[in-house]
C-alpha cells in the first residue's frame, strides 16, 4: 500500500531491513508529491510495509564507463522508474551521460572538473544542490566523495556512500551510512581501520548487491549442451576472478 508519511531520509541511514528489490523494481505508480524511498520499516516488534517516493542526488564524477559507473547509470534509471525524482550530477566528460538524457524523472547536471581541490567545481555542485534541493545524496567512488562531501554537509543532506571496491575506507569517514556490495564487501569495511575513523556504526553499513538491467532469459541452456559463462575485466585479483571459479566449481561438482 501506498502511505504518504512524514519525511524521514535518515531512517534510510540507520535501517538495515531494506528490501531492496521493491527500491529498484516497484512499479506502484508514484503519488503527485514525491518523498522517500520504498523500503521496509520497523519499529520494536511491528513492520509496516511503505512507499514513499524522494528526491536523490545521485553523484558520480568519473569520466570512464565500468562497473561502478554502470551501476550509477542503472540505479539512476531504476529508481526514476520506480517514481523518484533523480538529480544525476556527472562530470562533463562522463561517457555515458547520454543514457540519462530525456528519462523522465532524471535532471541531470554536468559539472566541469579540474581536479579534487577544484573550487570553481565545487561552487557550482552546492549551488545545484541548493537549487534543487534533494533529500538525500548517494555518492559513487572517492573522487565524487573529496568533491561533493563539503558541499553535501554544508546543504545537511543526509549522505550515504557507494565506495565499490576495496579501497580506503576513511575517505567516506564523513559519510552517514555506506553500501556495501556482498556481506564480504561489508565485513572489509566495518574491518577496515578507516571505519574507526568515521562516526559510524556497523549497522549504518546496508549491503545492497548491484544489479542488472538486462532482460531475464527466456529459456535456460539445454540439458546436454555446455553453459557458456563470459566474464571480463582487468585480469587482477581485487577483481575476484578466483571468487567466480569456485562458485563455478561448486556448481560442477553438486
Sequence with gaps: SNITGPRDPTSLLTNTSIDSSSLLASTTPPPTSSNTIPATFSWGSAIEHRTVYMKIAQIMLGKGYGGAERAFVDTCLALADTGHQVLAIVDRDFSAQTQLEGQ???????????????PIARHKLKRTLQSNRPEIAHIHFRRAMA????SIKECKIPLVASPHNYGNVAAYRDADGLIALTEGHRKYITQHPGFAQSAMLPDTVTTIPNFSRFPMAVKAAPENEPVRV??????????????????????ITK
Design 104 to 118: 523522465k524523472n532524471i535532471t541531470k547536471v554536468a559539472i566541469s572538473i579540474f581536479a579534487r581541490w577544484d
Design 147 to 150: 568533491i561533493a562531501n563539503s
Design 230 to 251: 563470459l566474464a571480463y575485466g582487468p585480469f587482477v585479483s581485487k577483481k575476484r576472478f578466483a571468487v567466480l571459479m569456485d562458485a563455478i566449481r561448486g556448481l
